[in-house]
């Protein structure tokens, strides 16, 4: 069992920055592919970050490269995601999500692929 816990969110002006973080609780957080989902009012919930068990290898969905960076600590059973240059069209809630290896290749970017969520921590950009 793992449980997630999301903070770091908050307003922030477009162009601006932010630092999610995602604490875990559970012996096997290093063994689990973690990522990051996003929803906005009205839109289903999309993914948004993933990041192998190790923290060797990442994935983006389009709309954020080069602008967000996920990393993990291990020791601090803590995932992180880096948001720069911030936009409006950023603005949701920010959840973490959870599971084992085989999701990296089969879903990592389903929000099915996932056994595990956070609660969530809502993110605005203003503009």
């Known amino acids: 069992q793992v449980q997630l816990v999301e903070s770091g969110g908050g307003l922030v002006q477009a162009g601006g920055s932010l630092r999610l973080s995602c604490a875990a609780s559970g012996r096997t957080f290093s063994r689990y592919v973690m990522g990051w989902f996003r929803q906005a009012p009205g839109k289903e919930r999309e993914f948004v970050a993933a990041i192998t068990w190790s923290g060797s290898t990442t994935d983006y969905v389009d709309s954020v490269k080069g602008r967000f960076t996920i990393s993990r600590d291990n020791a601090k059973n803590t995932v992180y995601l880096q948001m720069n240059s911030l936009k409006s069209e950023d603005t949701a809630v920010y959840y973490c999500?959870?599971?084992?290896?085989?999701?990296?290749?089969?879903?990592?970017?389903?929000?099915?692929?996932?056994?595990?969520w956070g609660q969530g921590t809502q993110v605005t950009v203003s503009s």
């Open positions: 999500a959870a599971d084992g290896d085989s999701t990296w290749y089969s879903a990592r970017t389903r929000r099915s692929g996932y056994g595990y």
